[in-house]
């Protein structure tokens, strides 16, 4: 009999004394402890059982769970002899940073002392217990969520040494989610004040910590180390592309179909394949996100799952007001290619909008992109990296994002397809006039705004749009190379017996006087030149079929022209 779905639960004990379903992923334990590492940051994407783990970890090390090895009983780790007598030996200090999403930097700090000061609440004994002087029980007392920042910054160190004498034994410290806070601050501007606070903290609690026997800290990002881990020597780093643990996150294949047969779903294997899987960590392919796989066997149902689980209002303002570029680089993966790039997996959030590479970095780091290969790059000395989307789930979230911005002009936009598809030149020039209006504005507001518009960062952001409107009827391409140079836009429709568009965008320029019907006849004029049709008629489009428009843009203004040989109103 297959055994109960359970959504939501990331307690260890709760899902072993209910016999919730659960995939085994203690060897984890026993392949950390042999590593013998100092301090560990684990970087996985949300939703990947990164706080169900740490809570194994806990269960498992910490003496408040001293004589508990029921809980581990029939799982791999309790097949070690050496490793049962190391249950429940050591003091744990156990904190999470999920929930610090403040949107101010005194809130965000507030919020971080006060978890700090429910800690020291676990541990009042220790006033009492013979182990502390005078003058550390008057600092334990002074620990709160207002306490003053040489008592923060120091608080976990100094709970360490007073666990230390109190239980005879070191310390194992578990920081989950310790990104959190790191993306608020960008994201809301106390980037700064924070990575300081945050940076004296970590020092004195991992690195200057002589009562730390080890420590693992967990996030999806590897924040970079000039920002808060300056001064941690001492740190072991495994990201999405490390070897390290690259099991222990994550469903492989066998255990997703597995499950599968225990639910008697082995019929649709193939089809959970293609929506969930695609997750790469180091060597190890084929990785399934669980959530989206446990939502699966609790419903049957297909769907967005684990994209549709918090928020991505960060990765969509990063691409929507990246560089034509980025925009670019989005329509290639949307259509189900891949791209080679240059970046580091150091997430330098103060430069997400300005450098590229930062951007992917942030997106492969969260899982909406998984790397094909990764080699280091011997010209730019840095590691390259093929990407591609992860999977279906992916590309759906990436698709109903574009959506949303579109979402307030989606009436509009229709409407100017269907002048676009009837050759109306007059209707396409009203609607088009009203979308650039809007989309300028909201693809144009960049980190380091110039002053001036972006008709290519606006073009390829109206692409985006196109393709998720028209997926499906047809196949839609930016700075394709035809003929003699590259188009703009071409909009080929799979049914052949339709008509195929070309665009072309131009820029009027007012410094020597030139005015948008020329710049639209400058447009035109390329097309024909550089025969940018060439592509379709290869394909069997009649030269009647290919439909030609030049776009000139003053500003924020916009006017579409038609070639001569288009046949509809004009």
């Not at 070690?80 to 610090?100: H, M, N």
């Not at 790469?280 to 994209?307: H, M, Q």
Request: hydrophobic share 35%; net charge negative.
């Amino acid at each position: 009999m297959a055994r109960t779905v359970s959504i939501g639960h990331q307690d260890f004990e709760t899902i072993r004394k209910n016999n919730y379903f659960y995939i085994d992923k203690t060897h984890f334990i026993q392949e950390w402890w042999k590593k013998g590492d100092s301090v560990t940051l684990i970087t996985r994407p949300r939703r990947f059982g990164k706080t169900l783990t740490m809570s194994m970890v806990e269960q498992f090390f910490s003496v408040n769970y001293m004589g508990r090895g029921d809980l581990f009983e029939g799982l791999d780790i309790w097949q070690e002899e050496e490793y049962r007598d190391l249950q429940g030996t050591y003091p744990v200090i156990s904190l999470s940073f999920a929930k610090v999403k403040e949107t101010t930097f005194p809130n965000t700090r507030k919020m971080i002392c006060e978890i700090i000061t429910k800690l020291y609440n676990r541990y009042d004994f220790l006033l009492d217990s013979g182990k502390l002087n005078e003058k550390e029980k008057e600092l334990y007392q002074k620990v709160s969520a207002e306490m003053e920042d040489y008592i923060a910054v120091d608080s976990l160190n100094c709970l360490s040494d007073y666990l230390k004498r109190y239980f005879g034994k070191r310390v194992i410290i578990l920081l989950d989610e310790y990104d959190t806070p790191m993306q608020e601050a960008y994201v809301n501007g106390f980037w700064e004040e924070l990575t300081g606070f945050i940076r004296s903290l970590f020092n004195a609690t991992f690195k200057t910590n002589p009562y730390l026997e080890r420590a693992i800290m967990t996030g999806i990002t590897r924040v970079s180390k000039e920002s808060i881990f300056s001064d941690l020597n001492n740190l072991k780093v495994v990201t999405t592309t490390s070897e390290e643990y690259a099991d222990c996150f994550g469903f492989t294949e066998e255990e997703v179909f597995r499950a599968l047969d225990e639910f008697g779903l082995p019929e649709r294997k193939e089809e959970v394949k293609g929506w969930y899987d695609g997750f790469r960590f180091g060597k190890v392919k084929e990785i399934y996100n669980p959530w989206s796989i446990i939502n699966f066997l609790d419903t049957g149902k297909v769907g967005p799952y684990w994209a549709n689980t918090s928020s991505n209002s960060l990765v969509g303002k990063l691409i929507r007001e990246g560089e034509a570029e980025v925009k670019a680089q989005m329509e290639r993966l949307l259509r189900g290619e891949s791209f080679y790039t240059v970046l580091d997996e150091q997430i330098v959030f103060n430069q997400l909008g300005q450098e590229e590479g930062s951007i992917w970095s942030l997106l492969l780091a969260s899982g909406y992109l998984k790397a094909e290969s990764a080699e280091f790059h011997t010209e730019y000395r840095r590691m390259e990296y093929e990407l591609r989307l992860t999977n279906l789930e992916v590309q759906v979230m990436f698709e109903q994002m574009i959506e949303g911005w579109f979402h307030s002009l989606r009436p509009v936009k229709n409407a100017f397809l269907q002048a676009l598809l009837h050759d109306d030149l007059e209707e396409m020039n009203d609607y088009m006039s009203e979308i650039a209006e809007e989309l300028f504005s909201s693809f144009d507001t960049g980190k380091n705004p110039s002053g001036k518009t972006h008709p290519e960062r606006f073009y390829h952001g109206f692409v985006l749009g196109l393709m998720v409107e028209l997926r499906g009827r047809y196949e839609i391409t930016s700075n394709g190379e035809s003929g003699f140079g590259r188009y703009d836009i071409m909009i080929e429709p799979k049914d052949k017996m339709q008509d195929a568009f070309v665009i072309e965008f131009k820029v009027a320029n007012t410094r020597r006087g030139e005015s948008l019907g020329e710049a639209v006849e400058a447009a035109l004029k390329q097309i024909e030149e550089k025969r940018y049709e060439a592509n379709l008629i290869a394909k069997g489009f009649a030269k009647g079929q290919i439909k030609k428009y030049g776009f000139a843009f003053r500003g924020k203004e916009v006017l579409i022209g038609a070639a001569k040989g288009n046949l509809g109103k004009r």
